[in-house]
Nanobody, 127 residues
Framework: QVQLVESGGGLVQAGGSLRLSCAAS????????MAWFRQAPGKEREFVAG????????YYGDSVKGRFTIYRDNAKKTVYLQMNSLKTEDTAVYSC????????????????????WGQGTQVTVSS
């Protein structure tokens, strides 16, 4: 059984920064793609960032490129999302997700490709 627990969300002013963490337990973490998604009220779930099992390939949604950075620490079974230059439109519930496949090196951005999900953490950016 895999459990993913996000933390680090909160209220921040526009232009500020936050770092989200997602701690995994259970099934092997170090061989799986990890990703962050977000969902704002009344909107579809949106891909934010993903990272391959070895950290060699990180990729981002267009709306966050150049502002967010995803990275992972396999020894700690944790994936992070550093969010800089936050905008009011970044306000959403952010959730991490874990792929089921092992050793995947290609990017995946469709939420249907991810099997395990955390509960989410709220990020609110005020103007």
């Amino acid at each position: 059984q895999v459990q993913l627990v996000e933390s680090g969300g909160g209220l921040v002013q526009a232009g500020g920064s936050l770092r989200l963490s997602c701690a995994a337990s259970g099934r092997t973490f170090s061989s799986n793609v990890m990703a962050w998604f977000r969902q704002a009220p009344g909107k579809e779930r949106e891909f934010v960032a993903g990272i391959t099992w070895n950290g060699a390939n990180a990729y981002y949604g267009d709306s966050v490129k150049g502002r967010f950075t995803i990275y992972r620490d396999n020894a700690k079974k944790t994936v992070y999302l550093q969010m800089n230059s936050l905008k009011t439109e970044d306000t959403a519930v952010y959730s991490c997700a874990q792929d089921l496949s092992n050793w995947r090196l290609s990017p995946i951005t469709d939420p249907r490709d991810f099997v395990y999900w955390g509960q989410g953490t709220q990020v609110t950016v005020s103007s």
